[in-house]
T-cell receptor
Framework: EAGVVQSPRYKIIEKKQPVAFWCNPI?????LYWYLQNLGQGPELLIR????????DSQLPKDRFSAERLKGVDSTLKIQPAELGDSAVYLC??????????????FGPGTRLTVL | DAKTTQPPSMDCAEGRAANLPCNHS???????VYWYRQIHSQGPQYIIH???NNETNEMASLIITEDRKSSTLILPHATLRDTAVYYC?????????????FGTGTRLKVLA
């Protein structure tokens, strides 16, 4: 079974440019997460989707970040315009059942963003 | 804020047991303890979780103290491939949703 797929794996852009990350979760997983991971830190949740609905976006900087999950499957995270401080790894994860006891999250390999 | 406290780094000899401690003194009665690990340039990977009782699976054992304020992840026979950052997480429930709050983790280095 394929895991969580993310693309691109690496992205280098200049500040003020837009950038987008794409995530394809594990088939059948209704819950999708986007995390931000700075160097030497643990992942921090940006947004969580239950199917198509963003149920927790309290940590998403909405002035420049946006996300969508059309049809409740793939998801895109966008930054516009990017700032130097946005350089980080952006992780996507999915889980089968948010209310379940296990709630194991499966993570993709991440997209490493460098803003110059 | 992270609900867990872990030592920043540990070393372990290959073939020996690796015991990774975690403090979670503010854990609530219905909050689970999860452990994930992250190997360089990969996303975190689930290891094990528990509520009150000790748990064991093919990867590790989880020992939770009776008062639930701390736990220990045990890798019984560490290999070089176990070198990674290990995160102890308390799965919280906030505003109707489950949340993982990652700390900075423990960087485990397995030595040959």
């Amino acid at each position: 079974e394929a895991g969580v797929v993310q693309s691109p794996r690496y992205k280098i852009i200049e500040k003020k440019q837009p950038v987008a990350f794409w995530c394809n979760p594990i088939s059948g997983h209704n819950t999708l997460y986007w995390y931000l991971q700075n160097l030497g830190q643990g992942p921090e949740l940006l947004i969580r989707y239950e199917n198509e609905e963003a149920v927790d976006d309290s940590q998403l900087p909405k002035d420049r970040f946006s996300a969508e999950r059309l049809k409740g499957v793939d998801s895109t995270l966008k930054i516009q315009p990017a700032e130097l401080g946005d350089s980080a790894v952006y992780l996507c994860a999915s889980s089968e059942q948010s209310q379940g006891r296990r709630n194991e999250q499966f993570f993709g390999p991440g997209t490493r963003l460098t803003v110059l | 804020d992270a609900k867990t406290t872990q030592p920043p780094s540990m070393d372990c000899a290959e073939g020996r047991a690796a015991n990774l401690p975690c403090n979670h003194s503010t854990i609530s009665g219905n909050e689970y303890v999860y452990w994930y690990r992250q190997i360089h340039s990969q996303g975190p990977q689930y290891i094990i979780h528990g509520l009150k009782n000790n748990e064991t699976n093919e990867m590790a054992s989880l020992i939770i103290t009776e008062d639930r304020k701390s736990s220990t992840l045990i890798l019984p026979h560490a290999t070089l491939r176990d070198t990674a950052v290990y995160y102890c997480i308390v799965r919280g429930f906030d505003s109707g949703t489950y949340k993982y709050i990652f700390g900075t983790g423990t960087r485990l280095k397995v030595l040959a």
